[in-house]
């Protein structure tokens, strides 16, 4: 436990040295020179080792088990015993809370944090060359793909030897450096929630979890799921109609995967489908006969919830494949009508009510379906992932999404359950250590006068003092965590590895 005068005394600091930048003095434009030494010290030292460690902490699948909380996991508990155990190899001191562990350099009340998490999202082993929980170095020369390769096993990997570099070189550190691995990052932050009322933080933090050049505002996440009522009463004898409709892995991944299946379709029914379909852009359809139904399995791109833009969403697609006629009011002929005039193949529900908005600095509001799941009594859920930007509070949008829902009930079909779950969006307005983390992007990456950004996403910095993402991901590149295609270069690996020893160094010293 860390005293209050220890943290005031940070503030202090930190406060100063902001209004130093604030009022125009002289700032040093690249890290200092310990800084850069030490970041070539980590990437010529350790450009074999870095690697070897993520092949471990990648070996592990810590996808969280329903049914076993993240500090009873044996898996999760397999995972922390080799953090331990790299942690101590490379003589850094390790303590296990549970769903929490701590890798820590040096002493001091006065502490850095470095923020990352060791669980995964689920994965379809199918799609993977190799398993997705043994880090392939082959197959795409360059890439090291694993689940957790990008989010965030190689972080973590990179901040294990970002810290030994500056214990090799034995950087003299006024501030002690923890790095927090958290265990259920990406299904309940309850747990997270409940250690930090007993444990005194860091008074300036870095989230491993994100983008470049620094993130310092998130989307709010949320989820609107609507639930299509089971019908009884069947289509006029012989006309066609969508008998099945399903799609999606989880819900903070755009679906790669859907499938319709159309009773009594007919074959120029058939070449109308294929038709539309065929001038879509990334999709790929397979259409098959089945006992007089027409199969049709949809394929598109999986990518992160957050950025809808970087993957082809193949619920939407196949539902507007299937526009070709207003279909009857089947339980999934009902879901295909909605998401054809509700959602459409855009993802900032335009279509929606008027619900679609934006803001100057964190960008438009998501919406996108990621998830259809079939329910117990025969109705048919669809799950729409949103992201919030500021701009609009949750009343408004509520009553806004309520009034679209209600003017669509009006004109179909009453549906059968209505769950929804608008989240904050958040701002950080106080990261001092922003021009350090800004001086060394800039000098390791030559990009000029970086600023902050913000993304859709949600990382742990909200529950951190002062904290930003710093990293993993290049701006302008696509995010691969979440799809089923995860990896990191190990180029940018490395490159990360030069940055976190570079930050550190500064913050730390």
Known sequence: MHTKTSARNLAVAISLAWAASA???????????????????????????????LAKLVSYNTVADKDIPCDRNPRHQAFKDTLKQEATRLGLDYADYGCVAIVGLGKGAERVGLVAHGDVQPVDASKWKKSPFELDRTSEPGRLLARGAEDDKGPIATALYAMKSLKDLQVPLSRRIELYVYMAEESDWAPLEAFIKTHTLPQMNITLDAEYPAVS??????????????????????????????????????????????ANATPALEAQIRARAGKQTGMHYQFERQDGDLLVVAKGLSAHSSKPEDG???????????????????????????????????????????????????GPMTFAPTVIRQQDGGGIEVAINIRRPQGKTTEQLTNEINAALAQWQGAHVQLAKVNMQIGEPWVQKDAPQLPVLMKTFAYFTGTKEPKPVAIGGGTNSRLFPHAVSFGPAMPGTVYTGHSEHEFITTKQLLLNLQMYTAVLAELAK
Not at 30 to 41: D, E, L, T
Not at 234 to 248: E, M, T, Y
């Open 312 to 362: 082809v969403n193949a619920i939407s697609m196949l539902a507007d494949a299937l526009a070709v006629q207003a279909w009857p009011d089947t339980t999934a002929g009902s879901l295909v009508n909605f998401l054809n005039e509700m959602v459409g193949t855009g993802y900032y529900g335009e279509k929606f009510g008027s619900i679609a908005y934006r803001d100057a600095f964190m």
């Open 217 to 262: 505002a998130e989307k709010g996440y949320g989820t609107l799921a609507v639930t299509m009522p089971a019908t009884t009463a069947a289509p006029p004898a012989g006309s066609p109609f969508v008998k099945a409709f399903k799609g999606g892995f989880f819900g903070s991944q755009i679906p790669e995967d859907a499938q319709a299946t159309i």
């Open 23 to 53: 009022t125009g003095a002289p700032a040093p434009a690249v890290p200092g020179g310990m800084a850069i030494k030490a970041a070539k010290h980590a990437v010529t030292a350790y450009r074999d080792d870095v690697v070897d460690t």
